[in-house]
């Protein structure tokens, strides 16, 4: 079984930047694509950023596309997700999840493991 762990979310004034990080266990990081989902009150999960097996292809959704950047240390069995220029739209609680192939993905049904989610919230 493998285990997700998110870390970094926070309070942030919009304008503002945090890092994410997701750490999983196991010896299998470097063999699948990661990504990053969000969930805000009363909305569903979405997309916000995948990263192929050896980082070589990232994929954003409109919303964070050149905000945001995501990237992985496969030593380090760790993604991450650079957010900069942060909106009050981008409260959400975050999601790391682990693809069930090398290839980055936008959707939820090609992901197996979640993590437990990390909250960020933007004031305005």
């Known amino acids: 079984q493998v285990q997700l762990v998110e870390s970094g979310g926070g309070l942030v004034q919009a304008g503002g930047s945090l890092r994410l990080s997701c750490t999983a266990s196991?010896?299998?990081?470097?063999?699948?694509?990661m990504g990053w989902f969000r969930q805000a009150p009363g909305k569903e999960r979405e997309f916000v950023g995948g990263i192929s097996r050896n980082g070589g292809i990232t994929d954003y959704s409109d919303s964070v596309q050149g905000r945001f950047t995501i990237s992985r240390d496969n030593a380090k069995n760790t993604v991450y997700l650079q957010m900069n220029s942060l909106k009050p739209e981008d409260t959400a609680v975050y999601y790391c999840a682990r693809g069930v192939t090398s290839a980055s993905s936008k959707y939820a049904r090609d992901y197996a493991y979640w993590g437990q989610g990390t909250q960020v919230t933007v004031s305005s």
């Open positions: 196991g010896r299998t990081f470097s063999i699948y694509a």
